[in-house]
Protein backbone atom coordinates (compact mmCIF):
# COMPACT_ATOMS: atom_id res chain seq x y z
CA UNK A 1 0.00 0.00 0.00
CA UNK A 2 0.96 3.63 -0.86
CA UNK A 3 -0.30 6.65 1.29
CA UNK A 4 -0.18 9.38 -0.74
CA UNK A 5 -1.26 13.40 1.28
CA UNK A 6 -1.62 16.19 -0.74
CA UNK A 7 -1.20 19.72 0.51
CA UNK A 8 -0.88 23.61 -0.76
CA UNK A 9 -4.07 24.19 -2.04
CA UNK A 10 -5.93 27.47 -1.09
CA UNK A 11 -7.70 30.52 -2.92
CA UNK A 12 -5.59 32.82 -5.31
CA UNK A 13 -6.29 35.68 -7.30
CA UNK A 14 -6.11 34.78 -10.98
CA UNK A 15 -2.48 35.35 -12.37
CA UNK A 16 -1.63 33.85 -9.16
CA UNK A 17 0.39 30.84 -8.32
CA UNK A 18 0.42 28.30 -6.19
CA UNK A 19 2.64 24.74 -5.19
CA UNK A 20 1.16 21.48 -4.47
CA UNK A 21 2.85 19.17 -2.22
CA UNK A 22 2.34 15.05 -2.37
CA UNK A 23 3.57 13.25 0.58
CA UNK A 24 4.46 9.57 -0.13
CA UNK A 25 4.83 6.96 2.48
CA UNK A 26 4.40 2.89 2.61
CA UNK A 27 6.00 1.27 -0.36
CA UNK A 28 9.28 2.27 -2.62
CA UNK A 29 8.54 5.38 -3.87
CA UNK A 30 11.00 5.01 -6.91
CA UNK A 31 9.01 2.09 -7.32
CA UNK A 32 6.29 4.28 -8.84
CA UNK A 33 5.50 7.33 -11.67
CA UNK A 34 4.00 9.76 -9.96
CA UNK A 35 1.15 12.37 -11.28
CA UNK A 36 -1.76 14.65 -10.91
CA UNK A 37 -4.87 14.72 -12.01
CA UNK A 38 -7.77 17.42 -11.52
CA UNK A 39 -11.52 17.18 -11.17
CA UNK A 40 -13.74 19.82 -11.36
CA UNK A 41 -17.65 20.00 -10.34
CA UNK A 42 -19.70 18.50 -13.19
CA UNK A 43 -16.45 17.27 -14.97
CA UNK A 44 -14.51 14.32 -15.56
CA UNK A 45 -11.60 13.75 -13.80
CA UNK A 46 -8.31 15.03 -16.12
CA UNK A 47 -5.29 14.21 -16.25
CA UNK A 48 -2.63 17.39 -15.09
CA UNK A 49 1.13 16.29 -15.52
CA UNK A 50 3.01 13.43 -14.83
CA UNK A 51 6.89 12.30 -13.74
CA UNK A 52 8.78 9.30 -14.12
CA UNK A 53 10.28 7.47 -11.29
CA UNK A 54 13.44 9.01 -11.37
CA UNK A 55 12.00 12.72 -12.29
CA UNK A 56 14.09 12.97 -15.51
CA UNK A 57 11.06 12.79 -18.11
CA UNK A 58 7.62 14.53 -17.43
CA UNK A 59 4.57 15.02 -19.62
CA UNK A 60 2.23 17.55 -19.29
CA UNK A 61 -1.92 18.05 -20.27
CA UNK A 62 -1.79 21.08 -22.83
CA UNK A 63 -4.33 22.86 -20.68
CA UNK A 64 -1.42 23.40 -18.21
CA UNK A 65 1.81 23.36 -20.61
CA UNK A 66 3.78 26.16 -20.11
CA UNK A 67 2.22 27.13 -17.10
CA UNK A 68 2.29 24.08 -14.39
CA UNK A 69 5.89 22.23 -13.38
CA UNK A 70 6.35 18.65 -11.72
CA UNK A 71 8.94 17.51 -10.19
CA UNK A 72 9.77 15.38 -7.33
CA UNK A 73 11.86 14.96 -4.31
CA UNK A 74 12.77 11.02 -3.71
CA UNK A 75 14.88 11.47 -0.78
CA UNK A 76 11.66 13.20 0.62
CA UNK A 77 9.56 10.90 -0.74
CA UNK A 78 7.55 14.03 -2.23
CA UNK A 79 5.92 15.09 -5.59
CA UNK A 80 5.43 18.85 -6.40
CA UNK A 81 3.37 21.01 -8.73
CA UNK A 82 3.86 24.23 -8.88
CA UNK A 83 1.16 25.99 -10.58
CA UNK A 84 1.97 29.99 -12.16
CA UNK A 85 -0.15 32.08 -13.91
CA UNK A 86 -3.20 30.69 -12.54
CA UNK A 87 -7.20 31.02 -14.07
CA UNK A 88 -10.75 30.51 -12.83
CA UNK A 89 -10.55 27.52 -15.36
CA UNK A 90 -7.92 25.60 -13.32
CA UNK A 91 -10.43 25.69 -10.06
CA UNK A 92 -10.93 22.17 -8.97
CA UNK A 93 -10.17 19.36 -6.77
CA UNK A 94 -6.31 18.19 -7.76
CA UNK A 95 -5.57 14.40 -6.91
CA UNK A 96 -1.97 12.80 -6.33
CA UNK A 97 -1.73 9.76 -8.05
CA UNK A 98 0.88 7.16 -7.93
CA UNK A 99 1.31 4.34 -11.17
CA UNK A 100 3.34 1.59 -11.97
CA UNK A 101 3.20 0.52 -15.28
CA UNK A 102 6.05 0.99 -17.63
CA UNK A 103 5.84 4.59 -18.80
CA UNK A 104 2.41 5.82 -17.12
CA UNK A 105 3.67 8.84 -16.28
CA UNK A 106 2.51 9.92 -19.71
CA UNK A 107 -1.22 10.48 -19.48
CA UNK A 108 -1.99 7.40 -17.50
CA UNK A 109 -6.24 6.62 -17.43
CA UNK A 110 -8.05 6.54 -14.72
CA UNK A 111 -7.96 2.63 -14.30
CA UNK A 112 -3.98 2.68 -14.29
CA UNK A 113 -3.34 4.76 -11.68
CA UNK A 114 -2.58 2.04 -8.30
CA UNK A 115 -3.06 4.77 -5.66
CA UNK A 116 -4.97 8.05 -5.28
CA UNK A 117 -4.45 10.51 -2.71
CA UNK A 118 -7.48 12.80 -1.27
CA UNK A 119 -7.76 15.49 -3.15
CA UNK A 120 -6.74 19.31 -2.28
CA UNK A 121 -8.73 22.46 -3.47
CA UNK A 122 -7.57 24.64 -5.37
CA UNK A 123 -9.79 27.77 -6.34
CA UNK A 124 -9.05 30.87 -8.52
CA UNK A 125 -10.71 33.66 -8.28
CA UNK A 126 -11.39 36.27 -11.41
Known amino acids: QVQLVESGGGLVQAGGSLRLSCAASGRTFTDYAMGWFRQAPGKEREFVAGISWSGGRTYYADSVKGRFTISRDNAKNTVYLQMNSLTPEDTAAYYC???????????????????WGQGTQVTVSS
Open 97 to 115: AACSGLGCYVRPTISEVDY
